[in-house]
């Protein structure tokens, strides 16, 4: 998914982005707007797990978004 497509479809990434990691404000899910790469650190400092864990999702995430 390319900045591009992220900027373009941004509200409908951000519902998703919420419906995933609840525990994110809404300060923080905009900081993803401009990249999401900074999304799987977030996962792993919010919700306390293991980085491999944090990636795991973030990859997933990435992979279900771009399998429209």
């Known amino acids: 998914m390319t900045e591009n497509t992220i900027q373009n479809d941004w509200s409908d990434l951000k519902t998703k982005i919420k419906a995933k990691w609840d ?4 300060k923080e899910i905009d900081g993803f ?3 999401l790469d900074t999304l799987s650190v977030k ?3 919010v919700y306390g797990c293991a980085k ?3 990636e795991r999702e973030y990859t997933e995430f990435k992979r ?3 399998s429209k």
């Open 23 to 26: 525990k994110f404000s809404e």
């Open 33 to 35: 707007k401009d990249s």
């Open 43 to 45: 996962i792993q400092t």
């Open 52 to 54: 491999e864990q944090a």
């Open 64 to 66: 279900s978004i771009t």
